[in-house]
């Protein structure tokens, strides 16, 4: 590494700008990366959110229940954040990015200079185009103020109905039912969660939420909306059935903010096509975070990672690169999702082709399922297992052959092997 410092050396001139565009929890640490690895140029980070970088994780779980306030989500103290000697530009939006003069246009008419310029726009919440979705109070969790907004909905007496069953949907859900809110799950899927985890572990969410109260309605389709005689909502199905509820909750999903950089004429495909050293298709632009979609070596294909640790971990990684130092990104997928109490944790990507072996009892409420090829283990899943799953990592890490029947015996110290 100690090679590379040059490179940082020469980008580090007084003169030398590195432009973020998102303060959230990438644009934070590529920021506070910049610093820490020696950028004493001017560093301008451009976030169309009114708060400081801040984790998103705590907005659907203790902001949302009223545990924890806002400002805790911070990614630094105030002190901190003000040591970085930022050009901090809070609640501007960026109109365009002019390549060839190498400056990004505001809205209000500001032209900002970059040497370098990182996107970590993120994603927005996906909306729904139904009839009278202009009709009724559809909540989204993305935002502060999108929790803030919603937290009044969740309290005994209430009705809430969440169309989504994917993990924002079944969080939201969770804090409803232990805010006291009646809680139905409408997922037009047959399982839970069915784009990211196996059968087995979507009957384990559905048992879950059903021992808390939450009705889910699985294979059920929303055909519209409506305002009640009573001035509740009314979610109307396809089947011609209605839930009439006090709150309705959008969580079907997140569209990336690739918008900038396709007008730009970058490479995009759901997202701002980079390489592993976070380079977009022009060399003084990286991205990184929800809006950046990498070839993952550990799915053997394009993808975003929408998760805490990735928008951490290529964060600091694209701040590295715009220094010339040497990166080569390649993140084994990690994701987690707290419900309940309940804590599951996802490394690698299980495939169906995939042997699985199950070590623990699934109705102990703690198991993992492991998923190998050629006695390789490849990814694992599991809930309340959080120490097993840490030793799978490094098993999948290492790419070291193993024994199913050891892996699969909860007697077998997951050290051993």
């Known amino acids: 590494m100690n090679a590379e410092r040059p490179a940082v050396e020469a980008v580090a001139c007084p003169s030398a700008t590195i432009v973020i565009v998102g303060a959230g929890q990438a644009g934070g640490w590529a920021a506070q990366t910049l610093r820490k690895e020696g950028f004493t140029g001017r560093v301008v980070l451009i976030g169309d959110e009114a708060h400081p970088p801040h984790e998103r994780p705590p907005l659907s779980k203790a902001v949302l229940s009223g545990q924890a306030l806002p400002e805790s989500t911070q990614l630094m103290k105030p002190e901190a954040f003000t040591a970085l000697a930022l050009d901090w530009m809070p609640g501007a939006q960026v109109s365009r990015i002019d390549r060839a003069g190498k400056k990004v246009m505001l809205t209000d008419g500001t032209a900002v200079a ?65 805010r006291g809110a009646e809680v139905v799950v409408v997922e037009a899927q047959a399982r839970l969660c069915e784009r990211t985890v196996p059968a087995e572990i979507s009957e384990h969410l559905l048992a879950l939420h059903h021992a808390q109260g939450t009705r889910i309605m699985l294979g059920a389709s929303v055909s519209g909306f409506a305002k009640g005689a009573d001035g509740r909502s009314v979610v109307h199905l396809a089947d011609g059935s209605a839930l009439p509820c006090d709150a309705i909750v959008l969580g079907i999903g997140l569209v990336p903010n690739d918008e900038l950089a396709r007008e730009a004429g ?13 380079h977009t298709s022009d060399p003084d632009i990286l991205a990184a975070g929800d809006v950046a979609v ?28 715009a220094l010339g130092l040497a990166v080569d990104y390649q993140p084994l997928p990690w994701f987690w999702s707290d419900q309940y109490g309940m804590n599951l944790q996802i490394y690698g990507v299980p495939m169906p082709t995939h042997r699985v072996v199950r070590r623990g009892d699934p109705a102990s409420g703690s198991f ?50």
């Open 114 to 178: 970059y040497d370098k310029l990182i996107l970590c726009t993120g994603g927005r919440a996906r909306r729904i185009s139904l009839p009278g979705a202009d009709e009724v109070g559809l909540y989204t969790l993305r935002t502060i103020e999108d929790a803030l907004a919603l937290a009044p909905a969740f309290s005994p007496g209430r009705s809430v109905v969440v169309v989504g069953g994917g993990w924002i949907g079944l969080e939201v859900a969770a804090t409803a039912r232990l």
């Open 266 to 278: 970058l490479a995009c495909d759901g997202g701002v096509l980079v390489d592993a050293r976070c």
């Open 294 to 321: 990498i070839t993952n070596a550990w799915a053997g294909r394009r993808m975003r990672l929408e998760s805490w640790q990735n928008a951490q971990e290529q964060g600091m990684a694209a701040a590295r690169s």
């Open 368 to 417: 993992v399922l492991f998923y190998l090829a050629d006695d390789v283990v490849q990814a694992a899943i599991g809930p309340n297992a959080a120490r097993d799953l840490r030793f799978a990592r490094r098993l999948i890490e290492q790419r070291k052959p193993v024994d199913a029947e050891r892996l699969a015996d909860p007697n077998t110290p997951m050290s051993k092997l």
